[in-house]
């Protein structure tokens, strides 16, 4: 049954005290994003209809039982057209079953997981666009790596990464990836999550004579290692911290000091789709994007609607069949997803000049050489 | 010297704990309310510095004039309106901490969801006097040395207040024994409010302070409540010299284990320590024995 408003939406916000705030920073405001940009289009196009987005939120508040209860309620109570899904690797892995079951295509857009080629051979209706965190540790050795064959660094590394889900991922993945890209792990600290402070490890790397810093990282303490590494003065040559680099609170709290910060994510800074995506979100939504999954989530959006409206019709089964093998005409470029990835994912991006330049993969269109030695830290 | 290091960084993390726990030692030990709600108020705290800062340029340090007073009023009138009837209602100690751990879990919720609607759910971090100072050879954030200073300020002037003044011995008296306490004619209703109000304001001290070099966001409260309790409990309830020593100590265990032992051990140890205080003096450290 094809109801009058087409897509009635599950936008799952979050408010639990580690997974949440996130949703808030990159999901939500590109959902709604979307859905303004689509309905100030006319709507969807189906069975040359359009049809205008009406949306159906429940707050999961990151918590996976309440994404669970929450998809459950849209799928067959609300009898939602289409079903969004929460924030959070953790919180896709656990909404996984419902979508599946209930056969509503899963676009599990801010999940790195190195399970995710496992998952989408079990759940084929979901797909993965922040790919697998050992691909984050590879893109990562290749920087380092030429930066070392170039005899800029030397092979010792510090590492320092935090002892929670997507911190031990790339960390394990990143002890095999430097290894074989001919770098030493002189410092391989972890850290529990929530530390309040960091300079004690830091002093540690700036004891290990490393000149590159790495570190496997969450927002709060991406900024507090910064903050620290600032107030000793500590310069590495190529300094790199994880999730929340391309927040825009990074920038907004290091301004020019950020100039040089290496972390996760990145963009083509040359495209002009890019460039127009980020202006608009800075309209609409009232602040900057993340420089991460923001543009991809609004990717996997995008891909969506032209899946519906290719099906001329909301059959779950056939949305879910043109995803896995259609090609998508996207801000990103063209997309095809490879065995349900994202076969786009940034790596390791660089603030540089007040922006957030793609590095790594290296042979991605757009991808910029990293700016080197990192700048002394302006106070 | 690395020993020397070890102690001054780990003091100065833990002066940011006791700063965060003794407004809970007066509210749980005194005003008798486990406040559940105790982080979303510190956490309230950090975005109104916040905001006062980004928007019309009051320095974190000018917003304590603002912060304390706003938040002693604010905690006295949720202690008169929310809190006294189920005081006046509680037939016994366990009584009233189950009431307030319900009551105040629901508060945590409205304050949170107060600030969600204010500030959304993103993180916020700003920098103020994040400049390094030398202290015997140990670099260290200055607005970190400031909190660490704050700290021991309203540490050791609430407990000479508390010992020292007549206030002040009504207050421990309701902290032993609140029946007793209203035989020797102490009001101890409006004693109780004002030791309720009193952690408030501190507890916004510590989320103004802390606010200077902590990133924080809407939901993060909770973070601060676990450790404040921690620290609390080992310190011995209502006891607010004890909250400073315990609070002070942890930063050093914390410091100590980063340094020599695993930085991963950190959590671990500080709830081995927990623990060990539990088993062999539930009481707490400066806790006295009868309660």
Partial sequence: MLRKSLSRLALAAAVSALAGPAARVTTLPNYQLWVKDVNAAGGITVGGKKLQIEVVEYDDRSNSEEAVKAIERLGTQDKVDIILP???????????????RLGYPHLAVTAATDRAPEMAKRWPNSFWFLGPSKAGAVALSEVLGKLKSENKIGAKVAMISVADAFGIELAT????????????IALDKTYPIGTQDMQALLKDAMASGADAVVAFSYPPDTIAITDAARVLSYNPKVYYTAVGTAFPVFKGKFGAAAEGVMGVGGWNVDSPALQAYFKRHTEVIGREPDRWASPVTYVSLQMLQQAIERVGKIDNAAIIKELQTGTFDTIMGKIKLADNIMPIVWWVGQWQNGEFVGLAPTSYEGAKAPLFPKPAWKQ | MLLLDILISGLVLGGMYALISMGLTLQYGVARIMNLAYGEFLVGAAFLAFWLYSTIGISPLAGLILAVPLAFLANWAIYRWLLTPLVRRAKSRGQLEVDSILATFGLLFIVQGIALVLFGGQYYSYGYLSVPVSILGTTLALNRVIAFIFAGLIGVGLYLALTRTRTGTAIRAIAVNPTAASLVAIDVRTASAFAFALGGAMVAAGGVLVSMFLTFNASMGVVFTMKALIVVIVGGVGNVLGALVVGLALGVIETGVTR???????????YALFMIVLLVRPQGLFGSAVR
């Fill in chain 1, 173 to 184: 993945a990143a002890r095999a990836a430097f290894k074989s890209a001919g770098l030493e």
């Fill in chain 1, 86 to 100: 929460p924030w959070g690797t953790g919180l896709n892995l656990a909404v996984g079953p419902t979508f599946n």
């Fill in chain 2, 260 to 270: 020599l032992v695993d930085p991963g051990l950190t959590l671990a140890v500080t």
